[in-house]
């Protein structure tokens, strides 16, 4: 019985630390974009193992195309 006298704070001082660290990461924005990091892995263009890419061929590859045919 005497143990639950030291407990019981315990467990509300834990309590109330991991509250107010939950309230910061809410309140600093780490789970605004919850799907944007497993899209970021697909979308890795600095990968040195890729031989032979200039700048320039990375520009023209993340530049969308213009369709210049108009026979449509």
């Known amino acids: 019985m005497e ?11 834990v309590m109330i630390v991991v509250v107010i660290a939950f309230i910061y990461t809410v309140r600093s924005g780490q789970y605004d974009d919850l799907e944007g990091p497993a ?29 210049n045919d108009k026979s449509a």
């Open 3 to 13: 143990a639950l006298y030291m407990l019981i704070p315990i467990a509300i001082g």
């Open 39 to 67: 899209y970021r892995i697909l979308m890795d263009d600095d990968d040195p193992r890729i031989p032979h890419q200039s700048k320039d061929a990375l520009k023209k590859a993340s530049e969308p195309s213009v369709d």
